[in-house]
């Protein structure tokens, strides 16, 4: 009990007995405890010190009301954590504008190792307040598809990601499934034709980007602070993410309903996922592999959606899916 206040088992004896006594002199509690008396000394001073025991004139100690002894002494640790609070904020902000003279190393942390790099990486997200952008490329090394569940946890915690993947990376086994669990999860996803890096930004404090690998060499990433690099990284990913072609809520649809159980009249959910996904810029085997289909299903259901909008071509069948809102 005592030892939230600091004080040790020899102190909580000694304030038990004398609990229990209501009084006691020093020879007294030596005698009754069988400790020596320099430990007995020792423990009613601190006892003391802290209020819950008083030393009266005639040699007696007692205990003193323990709502009032402790009550003070919280006061006063709230207090003192209330003025740490307030330090914290004040050195926190003296740590970000003192940024620009600390030393590059301080600035730029050199991350080595799959272990090393998936750390970070999942710090990085941990680290974000309010939002996480990402750059989705290949190849995956440290990080593979599926690997990491700290994405749904961060989401669950109120913070936003927005995700811009390139169309190869779409065509890798998997990829598109969990892209599909991203949205579900309220994950904004876009895809352009090729990233130039790949790239995670926790707010604007923090990106990890990893670097170049070899063929059997060691990867490795280069974490960012508060620099010009940063703010680099930061518009960068702002200029892409606003000409990216957004994935939409069509390709969540569920598909396993057949055909037949849709009136012949409008589009199928496995329709509007096909239609999705090659607006995205998928082309027709890399859908039809990631969907499950046959290359002459999928094409086949292509066919059928440009008889049912009554066009000639794919590219008026895209211009009348994105105004009739089929994907």
Do not use: C
């Amino acid at each position: 009990m005592l030892g939230a206040l600091g004080l040790g088992p020899e102190d909580e004896t000694v304030y038990g007995l004398l609990v229990r006594r209501a009084q006691a002199d020093r020879a007294e509690l030596v005698d009754a405890l069988r400790m020596p008396a320099a430990t007995v000394d020792a423990a009613l001073s601190r006892l003391t010190a802290f209020g819950l025991v008083k030393d009266g004139p005639d040699g007696q100690f007692s205990v003193a009301p323990p709502a009032v002894a402790l009550g003070a002494l919280i006061s006063e640790q709230r207090g003192a954590l209330r003025s740490a609070e307030l330090a914290l904020v004040t050195l926190a902000e003296e740590y970000r504008s003192s940024a620009a003279g600390r030393a590059i190393d301080e600035l730029i942390e050199v991350v080595s190792g799959v272990d090393a790099v998936r750390h970070r990486f999942a710090q990085v997200q941990h680290a974000a307040r309010n939002e996480v952008r990402t750059f989705v490329t290949t190849p995956f090394i440290a990080v593979p598809p599926g690997s990491s569940a700290v994405e749904s946890t961060v989401a669950g915690q109120g913070v936003r990601f927005r995700v811009v993947i390139d169309r190869p990376t779409l065509a890798e086994p998997g990829v598109v499934a969990e892209t599909l669990e991203s949205l579900r999860g309220g994950v904004q996803v876009r895809v352009v034709d090729r990233l130039p890096i790949k790239l995670i930004l926790a707010d604007a404090e923090l990106a990890l980007v990893p670097l170049t690998g070899t063929p059997g060499g060691e990867p490795g990433a280069v974490l960012l602070h508060r620099t010009g690099l940063l703010a680099a990284m930061d518009a960068l990913f702002e200029i892409v993410w606003r000409h990216a072609h957004p994935l939409g809520s069509a390709a969540l649809t569920d598909h396993a309903e057949d055909d037949a159980a849709h009136p012949a009249e409008g589009p199928t959910a496995l329709d509007r996922k096909i239609l999705a996904l090659l607006l995205a810029g998928l082309t027709d085997p890399v859908v039809a592999a990631q969907l499950d289909l046959s290359l002459r299903t999928l094409q086949r259901r292509l066919r059928h959606l440009m008889d049912l909008a009554g066009v000639e071509t794919r590219m008026q069948l895209g211009w009348h899916a994105a105004r009739h809102g089929w994907a």
